[in-house]
């Protein structure tokens, strides 16, 4: 068997016993590598960064306090917080759109976040 063809049983074999969510978060990172950003488990605080991925979670701030809109970004390794200030919706941003975001990584409650980041809605 040559290597091409042991590297494509491996991958198949693979395809077949992984987990649903683990063969996700496997095409959620090829397609942020392809795209040429960051990959979310390598950012650092202070570092301008781009990352591709999927939005898990969306939610509003409550209507008693100042306005704002938080999602959950995963890109296959890591969560990164998205905070829009001054915001309580953007049209598009909803659990499982994929987005490119663009901003300055900050750390809050030992948690990634982008706060106001330039995006990018992405078709798949």
Known sequence: MSKAEGGYLRRLVRRLTSDVDELDADDLSERAQSEGAQRACD???GQEVVVVGRLRTVGQS???SAP????????GTDGV???WLGRRRI?????GRSVKVRGRISVR????V???PYYELQNA
């Open 81 to 83: 917080r998205l905070v």
């Open 109 to 112: 409650d030992g948690h990634k």
């Open 62 to 64: 409550p209507k008693d």
């Open 68 to 75: 704002s809109l938080e999602a959950e970004l995963f890109d």
């Open 91 to 95: 049209a598009g941003i909803e659990p």
């Open 43 to 45: 950012c650092a605080c």
């Open 114 to 116: 982008l706060y106001n």
